[in-house]
């Protein structure tokens, strides 16, 4: 069983910065992908970006050049680096962690965090 949990969301205008954080708890077999969704009010959850294995990280498009996402082992914390940020991103932003590569779609993770919410204004 994985527990997730996320933090550091809030509000800042556009051009800001903010990190995510995603404390995790749990089997690391289980914790092989960890990533980030975002899903907007009346919009699809989307993936955002992912680390698997430790060591590759792959970025959704629209992101790209933007976000940074970084994993400490020591800490078993998952996190993002929100830089320019734009009011597009404006969402709640889960933490997901799956079992095997990372995927883009919400089905290929079993574990999620309660979200976070990010508004840029």
């Known amino acids: 069983h994985v527990q997730l949990v996320e933090s550091g969301g809030g509000s800042v205008q556009a051009g800001g910065s903010l990190r995510l954080s995603c404390a995790a708890s749990?089997?690391?077999?289980?914790?092989?992908?960890m990533g980030w969704f975002r899903q907007a009010p009346g919009k699809e959850r989307e993936w955002v970006a992912g680390?698997?294995?430790?060591?590759?990280?792959t970025y959704a498009d629209s992101v790209k050049g933007r976000f940074t996402v970084s994993k400490d082992n020591a800490k078993n914390i998952l996190y993002l680096q929100m830089n320019s940020l734009r009011p597009g991103d404006t969402a709640m932003y889960y933490c997901?962690?799956?079992?095997?590569?990372?995927?883009?779609?919400?089905?290929?993770?079993?574990?999620w965090g309660q979200g976070t919410q990010v508004t840029v204004s």
């Open positions: 997901a962690a799956g079992i095997s590569r990372c995927g883009s779609r919400p089905a290929d993770f079993g574990s």
């Open positions: 749990g089997s690391p077999y289980s914790m092989y992908c």
């Open positions: 680390i698997e294995g430790d060591v590759t990280t």
